[in-house]
């Protein structure tokens, strides 16, 4: 059996009033249906904190800042039927204007279904599906 893929990701943490900024995928193999914080893949010779900002426009249209330390974590998430072994630098994310209205995604992959506002008192229920995304979601909201 192959070793799962190691993914070295950043994700934004964003909270505007009592909603976090999300983004909706639905798993290709399982059809499951989860609300992520966005985020992806730190490209080559990329900041950890700049992956973040960029992640999170691409996927959601909004530009963000991020202040203060990462909380970084290190878990396993199966995607697609595969294991990844991930680490991830979560932030805590700050709107540059949260009233503007969101640019076009970039984001063409099939499995992502846009953007959504998550109530923050839903924070349990919505990201109970992994305990190392639940526990950065409660740390940094």
């Known amino acids: 059996m192959?070793?799962?893929?190691?993914?070295?990701?950043?994700?934004?943490v964003c909270r505007y009033q009592n909603r976090l900024l999300t983004v909706?995928?639905?798993?290709?193999?399982?059809?499951?249906?989860?609300l992520f914080l966005p985020g992806g893949g730190v490209e080559p010779n990329e900041l950890?904190?700049?992956?973040?900002?960029?992640?999170?426009?691409?996927?959601?249209?909004?530009?963000?800042?991020?202040?203060?330390e990462p909380l970084v974590l290190a878990y396993r998430f199966i995607w697609s039927g595969k294991p990844f072994d991930c680490l991830t630098s979560f932030f805590?994310?700050?709107?540059?204007?949260?009233?503007?209205?969101?640019?076009?995604?970039?984001?063409?992959?099939?499995?992502?279904?846009?953007?959504?506002?998550?109530?923050?008192?839903?924070?349990?229920?919505?990201f109970g599906y992994h305990d190392a995304i639940l526990e950065a979601v409660r740390k940094l909201a």
């Open 2 to 12: 192959n070793a799962p893929t190691v993914r070295v990701r950043a994700s934004a």
């Open 24 to 34: 909706r995928a639905i798993d290709p193999a399982s059809k499951q249906n989860y």
């Open 48 to 68: 950890h904190a700049a992956a973040a900002v960029r992640e999170t426009l691409e996927e959601t249209g909004y530009r963000i800042k991020v202040v203060g």
């Open 92 to 126: 805590r994310g700050e709107f540059v204007d949260p009233t503007e209205t969101p640019a076009p995604t970039l984001d063409d992959d099939p499995n992502m279904h846009g953007m959504e506002w998550a109530p923050v008192d839903q924070i349990d229920q919505i």
